[in-house]
């Protein structure tokens, strides 16, 4: 069975640096696209960062230049640097991975617990 487990939310100040972690755990035969996403009550989860297989990396609008997505293959995790927090990001980010559980099924994506960034002014 897989599990993502995230940390380092917490909280900020504005102009403030945090960063977040998931690691997957449980067994899979490979993992795919990482990706980062945030939802605010009455608000659609939405994405935040992204980086493939290949390291190609995309951000929202509202955070490029300000976030950056990488990956540990070899720890099956993935990170967030946030920097220059705003009190606009504040939100739960949740990660998602696109995992094949094994050589014989199709990638299916799994969702993190989230882990809540508040970012004071």
């Known amino acids: 069975q897989v599990h993502l487990v995230e940390s380092g939310g917490g909280l900020a100040q504005a102009g403030e640096s945090l960063r977040l972690s998931c690691a997957a755990s449980?067994?899979?035969?490979?993992?795919?696209?990482m990706s980062w996403y945030r939802q605010t009550p009455g608000k659609q989860r939405e994405l935040v960062a992204k980086i493939t297989l290949r390291m190609r990396t995309s951000y929202a609008d509202s955070v490029n230049g300000r976030f950056t997505i990488s990956r540990d293959n070899g720890k099956k995790t993935v990170y967030l640097q946030m920097s220059s927090l705003k009190p606009e990001d504040t939100s739960v980010y949740y990660c998602n991975f696109f995992i094949m559980p094994s050589r014989y099924e199709a990638f299916r994506g799994y969702w993190g617990q989230g882990t809540q960034v508040t970012v004071s002014s």
């Open positions: 449980g067994d899979m035969y490979g993992i795919g696209d």
